[in-house]
């Protein structure tokens, strides 16, 4: 006689389901709320960051605009157009003083206190910045 007792299996199925998805969604919104409360994993690459590069200021292959919180001098913008690089090999060194940007080095030159530090200008696209190239005094040329 017990096999054939009606046990309401779907309808049990249909409740634990309803209550997992209850437990997800008032979970999901805690975090949405509060996700300082919550352990994330950051990554020490430039994978995902989107604060990208614009300008400095009025011209920085001209004037140190990059700087670090105390630091004197600056770097300076070594090109006009931005170098591609692996977002995955780039890591992340420091904010800039403004704290708008992330300052990031290759992989293969971190540590190097004398290599070129890279903004973020695109996807797999960054702007390097170093000590400043020698720009020769303008002449013009005469003709004779």
């Known amino acids: 006689m017990a096999a054939n007792e009606i046990r309401d299996t779907p309808g049990r199925l249909l409740l634990g389901w309803a209550v997992l998805m209850t437990a997800l969604v ?15 994993t950051e990554y020490p690459t430039a994978l995902g960051d989107t604060n990208y590069y614009t300008a400095l200021g009025k011209e920085d292959r001209y004037e140190p605009n990059l700087r670090f919180t105390g630091q004197d001098k600056g770097a300076y913008r070594r090109a006009t157009d931005p170098v591609e690089f692996d977002d995955a090999t780039m890591l992340k060194l420091a904010l800039d003083v403004t ?10 030159d971190f540590g190097n206190a004398r290599a070129s530090v890279y903004l973020k200008s695109g996807e797999n696209r960054y702007i390097e910045f170093g000590a400043r190239k020698f720009y020769p005094p303008y002449e013009p040329k005469i003709a004779p």
């Open 26 to 40: 008032i979970l999901a919104w805690r975090i949405h709320l509060h996700p300082a409360d919550y352990e994330w």
């Open 99 to 108: 704290g708008g940007h992330l300052v990031y080095q290759r992989a293969e």
